[in-house]
Nanobody, 121 residues
């Protein structure tokens, strides 16, 4: 499974961005999908995850109520809508795919390249 993230950029605090992650190579709908982020000098952190059907989602406390994860299995794409962005959201954002059950904080099997999100104050 290959993953290609896009949609990052520079935005002012309070603004919005939508990240996309396009998958190819295998049956996308079989995978739990997640978003992670890594700020400079910090470890990579979990952001959000969505089950293969889209019925179940899970968010990090820091983004709950501001970010929304969704997926379109017909387009083999997962999205991360980010609203009310804060400078603390600045990071490289990665999408990832997990085989098996919906365990958002479990191990992910496939990773895309990152997309930079920068939020200015």
């Amino acid at each position: 499974l290959q993953l290609q993230a896009s949609g990052g950029g520079l935005v002012q605090a309070g603004g919005s961005l939508r990240l996309s992650c396009a998958a190819s190579g295998r049956t996308f709908s079989s995978y739990v999908m997640g978003w992670f982020r890594q700020a400079p000098g910090k470890e990579r952190d979990f952001v959000a995850a969505i089950s293969w059907s889209g019925e179940n989602t899970h968010y990090a406390h820091s983004v709950k109520g501001r970010f929304t994860i969704s997926r379109d299995n017909a387009k083999n794409t997962v999205y991360l809508q980010m609203n009310s962005l804060k400078p603390g959201d600045t990071a490289v954002y990665y999408c990832a795919a997990r085989v098996g059950t919906f365990y958002p904080l479990g191990e992910y099997d496939y990773w895309g390249q990152g997309t930079q999100v920068t939020v200015s104050s």
